[in-house]
Every structure is written in C-alpha cells, then in structure tokens.
C-alpha cells in the first residue's frame, strides 16, 4: 500500500522538477526580449505544455527495454526560442541554455534542506517520503549533468556555442538535428555494456559528488542507489 501511496507522490513532484528545466529556459529567454515560448504557451511549470510523445513516451521505453526495465530516461519538448531577438544572440543562447541546468541544481539544493537537516524521518510512510525526495534529488541531478554535455541539442551545446569564436560555434549550430541520434547511440551503448548498470556507473561519481557538496550523507546516497540497481 504504501508503495502506491509513494508512487502518487513521486509521479507530481517528478513532472513539476523536470518542467521547472524548460520553464526556466522560456523564462530567461523572455527576460532577454525572446517571448517566442510565452506566445506559443510554453512559459509554465504545467507538464503538459512540454510533454512530447516521442521523447516523453517512446524514448523512456525504449530506454527500458535495452536496459532490461533497470533505468530509462525521458526528456520533453525543448522550449522554442529565437535568438536573433536577443540583443547579443551568442550571449543569450548561453545564458538560456545554462538557466534549465541551474534551475535543477537549485531545486535539487532546495528539497536536500528536508534530508539535511532530518524534517523527516527514517522510517515510516514519511520516511518513504524521505527516500522519493532523495530520489527527486536524483533525478535533477542527473538532469543537469545530462545537459550540460556539450553535445547538440543539449544546453551545453548552447554554452559552447556562447563561449567559441563565431566560425565553431556555426558549425555547431549545424550538427544541431543530428545531436540526439548520438544520445541514443550513446545511451543504447552503455546500456549493452552494463545492462543499465553502465549508465548508473557512468553518472555515479559526478552525481554523488554534487550529492555530498548539499551537505547530505554518502551512506543515505549508497542506500539509494543500490535500491535502484
């Protein structure tokens, strides 16, 4: 029972994080002079504006299937934006690109403070409560670590793109549409390799290191991972 009850918390509190990414992106974009997200309704924390069905439904399970249902991933719809309304485009689409990993981070600070300083206890329906907001912790984590590769059309592409001379950062640019066909070559090959446990080994050492930078215990971090492998 209490798994279910688990479950009907972690489902909001996932969708709401993860459309915190792409709001965060509009938001910024909007503040530069880009209101292409507001005018197209995607300025808002609603899941539903950003859910996308190939990346939202299809890649998850795909994910699942190569990784004999141990992990997955899913990504939403990325928030449109223009940058030749901002007043310096290369600028701009660095700030936009690092604002949806920087909100993660700091939702993932935020929600430590109830592990941090022990709001909830160890055990108990609350302490399954505990264990979902670890899990949520988690999961921006992963978010923003996963975005910043520099990979198109990751955000940390869009950092690169901000950073090179002109001439690299167009040519970036251009490999823009192929990006994810190798994130998926990318993830499809780790999963081979460690049937999901590659991917989990591959994120490990980065995630638990922003994980003890919060403040939060490494043995609570083991106990978490080892229930997910």
Do not use: C
Not at 175 to 201: K, W
Request: hydrophobic share 55%; charged share 15%; aromatic share 12%.
């Amino acid at each position: 029972m209490h798994e279910y009850l688990e479950l009907i918390f972690f489902l909001p509190l996932f969708l709401l994080t993860v459309s915190v990414h792409e709001y965060s992106h509009g938001w910024v974009a909007n503040k530069l002079g880009d209101g292409t997200a507001r005018e197209r309704g995607r300025l808002t924390l609603n899941p539903l504006a950003h859910i996308s069905v190939p990346l939202t439904i299809v890649l998850p399970i795909m994910v699942l299937v190569l990784t004999w249902f141990r992990f997955t991933i899913a990504l939403l719809k990325p928030v449109p934006i223009n940058p030749l309304r901002f007043r310096n485009p290369k600028r701009g689409l660095m700030y936009v690109g690092l604002a949806g990993p920087v909100s993660n981070l700091f939702v993932a600070l935020i929600l430590s403070m109830f592990l941090r300083f022990d709001i909830l206890p160890l055990t108990g329906f609350l302490g399954g409560i505990r264990a979902i907001l670890g899990l949520i912790i988690v999961v921006n984590i992963v978010i923003a670590m996963f975005n910043m590769l520099p990979i198109p059309p990751l955000d940390g592409s869009r950092v690169m793109v901000g950073l090179l001379p002109n001439k690299y950062a167009r040519m970036l640019l251009r490999v823009d549409r192929y990006g994810f066909i190798f994130i998926i070559t990318l993830f499809a090959s780790l999963a081979f390799a460690g049937g999901g446990e590659g991917i989990l080994q591959f994120i490990k050492i980065p995630l638990k290191f922003v994980w003890r930078l919060y403040g939060l215990s490494g043995l609570e971090f083991d106990n978490l991972i080892s229930g997910m492998t």
